[in-house]
């Protein structure tokens, strides 16, 4: 019983437009009965109450289609926002991610000049091997964990860029390159004496 008063409650417009052309039809089929209303005025009493019926759906149908059209409307919108909202994380992320390659990118093309200076001065420029092992394992764990803030913020709004997840395994692959290829050259790096360098 609650639950058809809770209907009722919340379908109480649609029954009220429903049940008042239904009255007005029964008021005159009954006048129409008890001979007040001649057959001519029946018809046009009739005729004036079906273009009211054809209206009535006529606007139902076009309340509901403006109604499925801002639903649309306001899905499409939230949607935006949340693409909105994703790109910015994910731009924070790809400047953080891109601040850390170059910081790496400038220490390889520094060191060649370092050893240049410290050939031609060694006592004034050092070419300590030991300090820059040290940078390449710094190195390592920066490019880590700038790939991981990274790939966080992609993944964690991933429903708004869902299709730009490839280029994220991409990018994921060639940290992975890169962070294979700094661990070879460090290996490199410290076997090979100064001097050969």
């Known amino acids: 019983m609650g639950r058809l008063i809770k209907i009722f409650k919340n379908n109480f417009l649609t029954l009220l437009t429903f049940f008042i052309p239904l009255g007005y039809l029964y008021g005159v089929v009954a006048l129409k009965r008890k001979g007040v209303l001649s057959e001519e005025n029946f018809i046009n009493i009739l005729t004036i109450f079906i273009g009211w019926i054809v209206a009535l759906l006529i606007a139902l149908i076009h309340l509901k289609k403006t109604r499925e059209d801002n639903l649309r409307l306001k899905e499409e919108e939230i949607r935006k ?99 294979e290829l700094i661990r070879n050259f460090q290996k490199y790096f410290t076997k090979v004496e100064k001097e050969t360098w």
């Open 81 to 179: 926002a949340l693409e909105i909202d994703a790109f910015r994380e994910i731009n924070k992320g790809i400047t953080s991610f891109s601040s850390v390659i170059t910081t790496i990118s400038t220490a390889y093309l520094i060191w060649p000049n370092n050893l240049k200076l410290h050939i031609q001065t060694p006592e004034i420029f050092k070419f300590n091997k030991i300090e820059i092992d040290l940078e390449i394992n710094q190195q390592v764990v920066n490019l880590l964990r700038g790939s991981t803030d990274f790939i966080l913020a992609i993944e964690s709004n991933e429903i708004a860029v869902i299709q730009f997840d490839h280029l994220r395994k991409y990018i994921q692959f060639k940290v992975d390159d890169i962070n």
